[in-house]
């Protein structure tokens, strides 16, 4: 099942502009983690921010998360035609069965992006 | 540092066929897994192995996947028989941490099935 809802499911913008991605997601999670996919690639991993935490930033991104509201948002600044991509948020949430602990990671649909020239 | 290597890249059989897929991941990484991605979709996590067990693999259609770990190292997805709808991407990707920490994916193995 997909944990995280994404908002919106695709957006174009020009080049210079800054790009909000927003994610809902529905149970308590460890943290939440955003990767990019270049069209027919794998996923990267750019930023991870965890529950405790309500903002992180790293280069032109810039994370927030609001664990009373379900919810985190990814923003990028300045944004350059090479940012074209498919961005997924996924919530990382601590289970246990048979007496393992373990970490389980949850993708969202993602939202695709369009930086125009 | 090497990636995690997937193969094949691409692979096309008819419905009913069989395919398998094989996944190395990075050096000392001790957490492996496989997801699957439709077009258009999120990754769906098919299976997770810590070492050479398996933690979770509630998504995995047992009936026609099956997964191995070799030692706690390469990885094989088995699919037989093949249906229309697993026409999909297999992405593989290692973690070093078992809890949290970021993936590493591989490039994934296109699959259409016809």
């Known amino acids: 099942s997909q944990q995280g809802e994404e908002d919106p499911q695709a957006l174009s913008i020009q080049e210079g502009e800054n790009a909000t991605m927003n994610c809902s997601y529905k149970t308590s999670i460890n943290n939440l983690q955003w990767y990019r996919q270049n069209s027919g690639r794998g996923l990267v991993h750019l930023i991870l921010?965890?529950?405790?935490?309500r903002e992180k930033h790293s280069g032109r991104l810039r994370v927030t998360l609001d664990t009373s509201k379900k919810s985190s948002s990814l923003l990028i600044t300045a944004s350059r035609a090479a940012d074209t991509a498919s961005y997924f948020c996924?919530?990382?949430?601590?289970?246990?069965?048979?007496?393992?602990?373990?970490?389980?990671?949850?993708f969202g649909q993602g939202t695709i992006l369009t930086v125009h020239p | 540092e090497a990636g995690v290597a997937q193969s094949p890249r691409y692979k096309i059989i008819e419905k009913r066929q069989s395919v398998a897929f094989w996944c190395n991941p990075i050096s000392g990484h001790a957490t492996l897994y496989w997801y699957q991605q439709i077009l258009g979709q999120g990754p769906k996590l098919l299976i997770q192995f810590q070492n050479n067990g398996v933690v979770d693999d509630s998504q995995l259609p047992k009936d026609r996947f099956s997964a191995e770990r070799l030692k706690g190292v390469d990885s094989t997805l088995k699919i037989q028989p093949a249906k229309l709808e697993d026409s999909a991407v297999y992405l593989c990707a290692s973690s070093f941490a078992r809890a949290t920490g970021e993936l590493f994916f591989g490039e994934g193995s296109r699959l259409t099935v016809l």
């Open positions: 996924a919530t990382d949430a601590y289970l246990s069965t048979g007496g393992t602990s373990y970490g389980k990671l949850t």
């Open positions: 921010i965890r529950s405790n935490e």
